[in-house]
């Protein structure tokens, strides 16, 4: 079973799917996805992510503590996994995060995983940049993207 639940938030609606333990996608609209099986739509699984994206866009949290479930290759998953390494309010290139991964000369191969993360703002994707410190495409556009390093930025000065 999959849940699905739509949340308006500062930066537009937004898609929030999981497996009622897990989040498994946050997705702005029109991004391309087609969860696999019977789609429920119920709010109740989503308590805790709602909860703590408001929080977030409040100002009021860093990190994120919701069960998370993202599918994908072992490579997007270690990707994915060292997005959620970059400190709030900071931003990577990605050549850094293809270096961090031991891996220099993916900086393509971690931009096409980046991508295709399928939990948007919680596995934090805007926080890469290129390599010349500009804003480079982000799923929810790229003023969605320089609002969020904006709020992370204010907010990295609060606590």
Known sequence: MIYR??????VGPLVLLGDGTALTALYYPGHPSRPEGEV???????????????EYFAGERKTFDVPLAPRGTPFQLACWSALQEIPYGQTRS???????LGQPGAARAVGLANNRNPISIIVPCHRVIGADGSL?????????????LDLEQRGSTLF
């Not at 990605?94 to 961090?100: K, S, T």
């Not at 982000?138 to 969020?148: H, S």
């Open 5 to 10: 639940h739509k949340i308006t938030s500062p």
């Open 94 to 100: 990605y050549g850094e995060i293809a270096a961090d």
């Open 136 to 148: 480079t495409g982000y799923g929810g556009g790229t003023a969605t993207k320089r609002y969020l």
């Open 40 to 54: 429920t739509d119920d709010a109740r699984p989503f308590s805790a992510v709602v909860t703590e994206l408001d």
